[in-house]
């Protein structure tokens, strides 16, 4: 009995379906079975209806999802991303949800495979969802620790999932906390006292400021220009993805290091709790790299962050070997290591 046989046997239908601008309400009672109880699930469907309607309200981007139904209940589900600025070739595949059941998942990836190479795709970079500027990894090692605001909920067994069909790479990252900052003072503050004498300074943007959130899309598309996958948003997507309430100046700051009037690199950070502040971008232009400047900025995140008491800061989504030069490491504790594959087909 091939694999086809087996789901149908067990009422179970695998197709391609037309979404609307918004994840059909299947997906989302998938997803509320899944993760609805974690205390995120709000912020986290939040952003991924965003990347949802990123890849549909789109003219860059082909877009076709699958889905596995029993009944009218969706079981599982994947898809194809066909982003035109890729190169020739090359897709994406997200969205993913599977039950631990490898016959499911199994022939959800067959029609993933069949589909692309219907497309002419050669190689499929993933999981993503919608570009490598919205949430994608999956679950590679964890603590079991609680998922934070931002990071995407995922089953640690697609992992293994993907893994077992062979990817041509992976790259790995991992998101870790620190409760103890004296060390990032110490090595920041002789730095931060330099800043002034030598033409920089550090300031916080301020809320709804149009003008230094273009620069700060142009600092990020110049640092990131040769990631993994990198797709380089227009404007009105950029904006999209960092919408007004994601800067809400109550949960999110933004700190703009400066050479004169030059706006040369940045820092976010947002509040997980009263108690708890993610950091998860530090970006400097390429000819201020590596000269001690990223120290800096992560200087005055933790240093507001004492003064404010917060207790723990969690690092989010840090790709491996991707260090800010001499930041202290020893007393940070990885909790998280996520993965992300590319499929020769």
Known sequence: MDQQEQLILFNMEIKKYQPNKVPPQELIGLLRRKYGR???F??????????????????????????AYQGNEMQAH???ILDKRLPSGEAFFGFLESPEDALVFGSMWD????????????????????????????IKETDGSEFFK??????????????????????VYHSGYRERFDAILQVGQPAYDKLAPAGFGVKEMESGSMEKLQTIASISRTVFKNSWGYVELNQKEFFKLYSSEKLAPDSTRIYLLYKGEEIIGFCGAFKEDESTL????????????GVGLGNVLAFKVHLDAKEEGVKKIIY??????NNIKNFPKEDAVVFRKYAAFEFHI
């Not at 709000?42 to 965003?50: E, T």
């Not at 692309?116 to 993933?126: C, D, E, Q, S, Y």
């Not at 993610?278 to 790299?289: D, G, M, N």
């Open 278 to 289: 993610i950091c998860k971008t530090i970006a400097l232009l390429p000819e201020y790299q």
């Open 78 to 80: 994947l898809a194809l």
């Open 38 to 40: 974690s205390k995120n």
């Open 111 to 138: 029609s993933l495979i069949e589909e692309a190479r219907t497309k002419g795709v050669r190689v499929l970079k993933g999981p993503v969802n919608g570009s490598i500027w919205h949430q994608y990894r999956c």
């Open 316 to 321: 989010a989504l840090i790709r491996d070997g």
């Open 150 to 171: 931002s990071e995407l909920f995922s089953e640690s067994y697609y992992y293994d999932f993907l893994s077992s069909n062979q990817p041509t790479s992976e790259l």
């Open 42 to 67: 709000d912020y986290f469907l939040s952003d991924y209806q965003k990347a949802f309607d990123f890849c549909i309200d789109n003219e860059n981007v082909v877009f076709t999802p699958i889905a």
